[in-house]
């Protein structure tokens, strides 16, 4: 049975860092998309980075350059750090595994789903 086990969340001031785990059991992580996505209440869940099969990263254009996703195959982790966070970052984030259809960036395609880890972010 798989479960992606998130850690990591919680609240910091604008400009600060956090720094998002996803445990991975009963899966390897390796040749299929990882990603991290967001979502806020009454608003669509939206991707925020994605890691290829061959290992090229993708972020959303809000995020890029403050944000880095990265995977430990050997620790099974994958890992999404955040840093100069802002107001608008405030959301409960996912992690997400292995896709059945659709690009690294579309959250339908994805098999398996962390519990969500909620960041805040406080002006």
């Known amino acids: 049975q798989v479960h992606l086990a998130e850690s990591g969340g919680g609240s910091v001031e604008t400009g600060g860092s956090l720094t998002l785990s996803c445990a991975a059991s009963?899966?390897?992580?390796?040749?299929?998309?990882v990603g991290w996505f967001r979502q806020t209440p009454g608003k669509e869940r939206e991707g925020v980075a994605a890691?290829?099969?061959?290992?090229?990263?993708s972020y959303a254009p809000s995020v890029q350059g403050r944000f880095t996703a990265s995977l430990d195959n050997h620790q099974k982790t994958l890992y999404l750090i955040m840093t100069n966070l802002k107001p608008e970052d405030t959301a409960m984030y996912y992690c997400?595994?292995?896709?059945?259809?659709?690009?690294?960036?579309?959250?339908?395609?994805?098999?398996?789903w962390g519990q969500g880890a909620q960041v805040t972010v406080s002006s």
């Open positions: 890691i290829d099969p061959d290992g090229t990263t």
């Open positions: 997400a595994a292995a896709t059945n259809g659709g690009s690294c960036f579309d959250d339908w395609g994805y098999n398996y």
């Open positions: 009963g899966y390897t992580y390796s040749s299929d998309c």
